[in-house]
């Protein structure tokens, strides 16, 4: 199993970025798919989630309104597209998949840095 996680880099604030994640080595469309993100000094934290389908979305209420997450199950992607981004936004973002009726997300990327300057 696989999570690769890309499109990380250095943004100014107001700025966008589009997250990818392209997963192998499991049936993609079984799994629910979420982003997370930890930054500096702090603790992990869900930004985003959608369902197997793509139908259902959650987004934390710090991006609400900026971020958009999505998935396209014939390609085993997950994108999350991140619009006027501001400093706080600045974290390491991991992928994360989660097997359907389970609470936990079993499988997971290595990162893509987002540092947004202000």
């Known amino acids: 199993v696989q999570l690769q996680a890309s499109g990380g880099g250095l943004v100014q604030a107001g700025g966008s970025l589009r997250l990818s994640c392209a997963a192998s080595?499991?049936?993609?469309?079984?799994?629910?798919m979420g982003w997370f993100r930890q930054g500096p000094g702090k603790e992990r934290e869900s930004v985003a989630r959608?369902?197997?389908?793509?139908?259902?979305?959650y987004y934390a209420d710090s991006v609400k309104g900026r971020f958009t997450i999505s998935r396209d199950n014939a390609k085993n992607t997950v994108h999350l597209q991140m619009n006027s981004l501001k400093p706080e936004d600045t974290a390491v973002y991991y992928c994360?998949?989660?097997?359907?009726?389970?609470?936990?997300?079993?499988?997971w990327g290595q990162g893509t840095q987002v540092t947004v300057s202000s």
């Open positions: 080595g499991y049936t993609f469309s079984d799994y629910a």
């Open positions: 959608i369902s197997r389908s793509g139908g259902n979305t």
């Open positions: 994360a998949a989660r097997p359907y009726q389970s609470a936990r997300y079993e499988y």
